[in-house]
């Protein structure tokens, strides 16, 4: 039932469009968005950084090394891409305030703004981060579908796959992980190790999510009456397929769905007398199907939710396991077509976890990388 090839399946029906798409510090640009605001008091410094073409490690190295910071002791919330410009908050020590000026000389960062705060900033402290993306060579006819693609996406939301950048550059990241999970590489970096088998939850994530949405487009492509010979075909024994045909949404909410609140809070089971407020909820984007990610403690489906992760569960020691959305809702989206130069500009706001390129690869109907 499951590949073990990378899939990545698309809810919008339009054919695979083509655009350039360049992670440079002008058409890619990355803000962060902090969980919550500084208290502007105690004893750690924030400064907002902006940074080109260097990945937060390389930031933090730096930072360290100019300011004398050990780099135990700088706080970041999230990890950021390498290509392009981002802008990210980071914490040190107060006592490191008038070393600041140092980095003034250093091209590739700028502080932005500072302020302090009494914790530590902390791994995963953010409520996501704001994009803006220019696509280039868009020409009048593929603008239509772009912004047709952008309205669908405003509407719905998008399914929350792990993006290419999970998988390492030559995609094979989670084979290592696979690897190392069945003890046939040993692998001493723990650094490493953690990344590879995150590679390998990652991808049994992403092959499950495109299962369910081929599944959900079946429930809109055919008839009520035809479904139940559908199912019988793929070997599908649903107890409870009469929720299905009536739900609008492009994702098919079933019967023992773990929700998750959004776009944060813990989780509920959706029970047969509960899928209709389940589907309301979702369609008010007050709670999210999850989906999981294999490993120690995780928490499964139940029910007809069960059958798409029985097939995936493997018994991970290595990490521990945990519930993530299987959709996400952009906000703020806004395209702009700039038809003199044949570019399209998109902003919007994605929570954390989420991959921007994710969202363009559903534009794109195809993988960008």
Not at 20 to 42: C, M, R, T
Not at 91 to 99: A, D, G, M, V, Y
Not at 183 to 204: C, E, M, P
Request: no cysteine; proline share 4%; net charge positive.
């Amino acid at each position: 039932m499951f590949s073990q090839k990378i899939e990545r399946e698309y809810f919008l029906n339009h054919n695979a469009i083509n655009f350039h798409f360049a992670q440079n510090s002008k058409d890619f640009i990355v803000d962060e968005v902090p969980l919550y605001s500084w208290s502007e008091e105690g004893e750690h410094l924030v400064l907002k950084i902006r940074k080109r073409e260097l990945t937060t490690w390389e930031m933090i190295a730096i930072v360290s090394k100019i300011l004398g910071v050990p780099r135990r002791d700088i706080g970041f919330a999230g990890l950021k891409d390498k290509h392009g410009m981002t802008m990210q908050f980071i914490s040190i020590p107060r006592k490191f305030e008038k070393e600041i000026s140092k980095l003034d000389n250093e091209k590739s960062l700028k502080i932005l703004e500072k302020h302090y705060h009494k914790n530590k900033i902390k791994l995963g402290h953010l409520k996501g981060n704001k994009f803006f993306i220019r696509l280039k060579k868009v020409n009048p006819a593929t603008a239509t579908i772009i912004s047709e693609a952008v309205k669908n996406i405003d509407k719905f939301g998008i399914p929350n796959f792990f993006g290419y950048q999970r998988f390492g550059i030559d995609k094979k990241n989670y084979l290592i992980g696979k690897e190392i999970i069945e003890g046939k590489t040993n692998l001493r970096d723990k650094n490493k190790k953690r990344l590879f088998v995150s590679a390998y939850q990652s991808f049994i994530f992403n092959n499950w999510l495109s299962k369910r949405i081929q599944f959900s487009r079946l429930i809109d492509n055919f008839s009520e009456e035809e479904l139940p010979q559908v199912f019988k075909n793929l070997n599908l024994k649903l107890k409870y397929p009469q929720f299905l045909k009536s739900q609008k949404h492009p994702f098919k909410i079933l019967v023992g769905e773990n929700m998750l609140h959004y776009p944060f809070g813990k989780g509920f089971e959706v029970l047969p007398d509960e899928v209709e407020e389940a589907v309301k909820r979702f369609e008010e984007r007050d709670s999210v199907p999850s989906g999981i990610l294999i490993g120690k403690k995780a928490r499964t489906s139940k029910e007809d939710a069960f059958l798409f992760e029985e097939p995936i569960l493997e018994d991970i020691q290595l990490v521990n396991g945990e519930r993530r959305y299987a959709w996400v809702f952009p906000k703020d989206l806004e395209g702009k077509y700039r038809e003199k130069d044949f570019w399209f500009e998109l902003n919007f706001f994605l929570p954390k976890g989420s991959y921007a390129t994710t969202l363009l690869e559903e534009i794109a109907k195809h993988p960008l990388n």
